[in-house]
């Protein structure tokens, strides 16, 4: 029981600790028991909201999370500030992406979160639904290595989506380079232009498994750095 544990919850168990803080606290201490957690993430909400409305969005968005409920959760994105509050709309997005019941409303949810902050989406375990198209050189075995090229690509942060139904598109442009080896000149780019163009030549050696695992790896820390 919570009072077995913390002494009466009515009284000041912390002496000269602020009321909200200890909400908060005792919020934190109990979030793996979602039903706990939620008393006191209702009296942090009564106490401070009755000072500040503003904050109503963030506790929604806290309730959403800890009860993995996305009605809560959209209910918050609709009072964040867009231009203030941009990172809290990102985690809305990340619940969406992570949540959401059918796959187009979590693809569309990880292109909007990925628009917002690159870094979230491996963090949170999301994919980027990305369409990638393959240009340049004739090459030996080229659709074997295409293959090979996008299933490496789909272990370090993206999922190929081949139905022409996703906002992100990532050109491959292969060439050759005069050393004989190859090189992968790529192109990331957002359909709806809200996203920033990533572009990169990276090396891809001679095409091997080795080769293919370390260019997917280095694309995926230029597309998914943290900014």
């Not at 959403?64 to 500030?81: H, M, P, R, S």
């Not at 081949?162 to 380079?177: A, D, K, M, W």
């Not at 050393?179 to 920033?196: F, I, P, Q, S, W």
């Not at 990533?198 to 694309?219: K, M, Q, Y």
């Amino acid at each position: 029981m919570l009072g077995d544990i913390h002494g009466d919850p009515q009284g000041d168990p912390q002496g000269g600790t602020p009321p909200l803080d200890r909400y908060i606290q005792y919020f934190n201490a109990f979030e793996t028991y979602p039903r706990r957690a939620l008393t006191w993430l209702n009296k942090a909400k009564n106490f401070e909201t009755a000072i500040i409305p503003l904050a109503i969005p963030t506790y929604n968005l806290d309730r959403g999370i800890l009860l993995k409920d996305l009605n809560y959760v959209a209910l918050a994105l609709e009072g964040f500030n867009p231009v203030w509050q941009r990172d809290m709309i990102a985690i809305c997005y990340r619940e969406f992406a992570l949540r959401e019941r059918t796959r187009p409303a979590r693809q569309a949810a990880a292109e909007e979160l990925f628009s917002m902050n690159r870094g979230a989406l491996l963090q949170a375990g999301i994919k980027l639904p990305v369409e990638i198209r393959f240009s340049g050189d004739s090459i030996p075995n080229q659709r074997r290595i295409e293959r090979n090229i996008r299933r490496t690509l789909s272990r370090t942060g993206f999922t190929p989506i081949t139905s022409g139904s996703t906002r992100f598109i990532l050109n491959i442009n292969l060439v050759i380079t005069p050393t004989g080896n190859y090189a992968a000149v790529c192109e990331l780019y957002d359909t709806y232009g809200t996203a920033r163009t990533i572009r990169r030549t990276l090396p891809i050696g001679a095409l091997s498994r080795n080769d293919i695992n370390n260019f997917a790896e280095i694309l995926s820390r230029t597309v998914f750095r943290v900014e």
